[in-house]
């Protein structure tokens, strides 16, 4: 089945570790993109890469940072420097940069 | 900068009805939009893509239409069913790079 993978499901973080969530796609597409999703704030774009190797900040990029190695990857690392890192973050993939864009199941963070 | 407002916030209906979503956006100069839902605790699920050169699409007992001109969107679902229950997001694609800018969505219960 062709889909978009997140893993874990749940992540807890100590204060001042970073942590680094897996997103994987097997849909052959091009663009990748994270998101946040916090209650009442809607989704908020983190990261995107339109192809392999490159990658651009989106709204609220502080905190967090992203490769893409391969264009089936694209690992976003939640650093110490992010301050409020509580929320459901969700991975997307689409074929080109106007075309649908498709949701994984997301992964949600908590900070102990 | 894109502002999408979903309008109502909730909204409880009795099975079997008809129902109507709204979304509005600030910029027209988009380059398409999408229809999302979600469950509880989940990702989204992508239900329609209208590209700014439609004016509308259809899934089975869905209807999205698309007015760039008054910067409006509408999602009708015919003969609800409990199974709708869910909270809908549409969100504006309006940048080369792909970005979606997202409504706070409408949370639909379907009571039988």
């Known amino acids: 089945d062709g889909g978009i993978t997140q893993s874990p499901k749940y992540l807890f973080r100590k204060e001042g570790q970073n942590v680094t969530l897996s997103c994987e796609q097997n849909?052959?597409?091009?663009?990748m993109y994270w998101y946040r999703q916090d209650p009442g704030q809607g989704l908020r774009l983190i990261y995107y890469?339109?192809?392999?190797?490159?990658?651009q900040k989106g709204d609220i990029a502080e905190g967090y940072s992203v490769s893409r190695e391969k264009k089936e990857s694209f690992p976003l690392t939640v650093t110490s420097a992010q301050k409020n890192p509580t929320a459901f973050y969700l991975c997307?993939?689409?074929?080109?940069?106007?075309?649908?864009?498709?949701f994984g199941p997301g992964t949600r963070l908590t900070v102990l | 900068k894109q502002e999408v407002t979903q309008i109502p916030a909730a909204l409880s209906v009795p099975e079997g009805e008809n129902l109507v979503l709204n979304c509005s956006f600030t910029d027209s100069a988009i380059y398409n939009l999408q229809w999302f839902r979600q469950d509880p605790g989940k990702g989204l699920t992508s239900l329609l893509l209208?590209?700014?050169?439609?004016r509308e699409q259809t899934s089975g007992r869905l209807n999205a239409s698309l007015d760039k001109s008054s910067g409006r969107s509408t999602l009708y679902i015919a003969a609800s069913q409990p199974g709708d229950s869910a909270t809908y997001l549409c969100?504006?694609?309006?940048?080369?790079?792909?970005?979606?800018?997202f409504g706070q969505g409408t949370i639909l219960t379907v009571h039988p």
């Open positions: 997307a993939s689409s074929a080109g940069t106007v075309s649908e864009q498709f």
């Open positions: 849909l052959n597409h091009d663009a």
């Open positions: 890469s339109q192809i392999v190797n490159d990658f």
């Open positions: 209208i590209q700014s050169s439609q």
């Open positions: 969100a504006g694609g309006g940048t080369s790079y792909g970005k979606l800018t």
